[in-house]
């Protein structure tokens, strides 16, 4: 059964990033020790953010692979809270049918071995 063992890896990297999700979510505050002002836009609600107006901002990790970007940055709880629970309800979809899938295949495979062991008492008669 190689398509259910890779089903399986497939749903043990899906719970490592729900883990990555968990743990990366993280309230910042800002250096002000710095001469530089540094800023960024909210990745939610595209609001410009500057290190001398606000004193915090959040980050979430970007849990996908494909994707060069290790943390997105928002300019408040509610917008970090927006993004972060999108990617977890994407995570959360992705395993649930990984799960099916392999529910799935297990009926297939359940059928095929109970019609190979009829052909092979058919061939005993
Ligand atoms: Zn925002």
């Given amino acids: 059964m190689d398509l259910d063992y890779r089903l399986m890896q497939e749903l043990v990297k ?4 729900l883990q990555k999700l968990d743990e990366g ?3 910042k505050y800002f250096r002000k020790n710095t001469n530089k002002p540094w800023s960024f836009k909210c990745y939610q609600c595209e609001e410009k953010v500057s290190s001398n107006e606000a004193d915090e901002f959040w980050t979430v990790p970007v849990t996908r692979y494909d994707s060069n970007v ?3 940055r928002f300019c408040s709880k509610d917008c970090s809270d927006c993004y972060f629970n999108e990617q977890r309800n994407e ?6 049918q990984i799960i099916e899938d392999r529910r799935l295949l297990r009926s297939f495979y359940e059928e095929a071995e109970q019609k190979f062991k009829e052909v ?3 061939r005993h008669k």
């Avoid at 899906?14 to 990033?17: A, D, F, S, T, Y």
């Avoid at 995570?91 to 649930?96: N, P, Y």
């Fill in 14 to 17: 899906v719970n490592l990033e």
């Fill in 25 to 27: 979510y993280r309230k």
């Fill in 70 to 72: 290790r943390v997105r």
């Fill in 91 to 96: 995570l959360l979809g992705k395993r649930d």
């Fill in 120 to 122: 092979v008492a058919e």
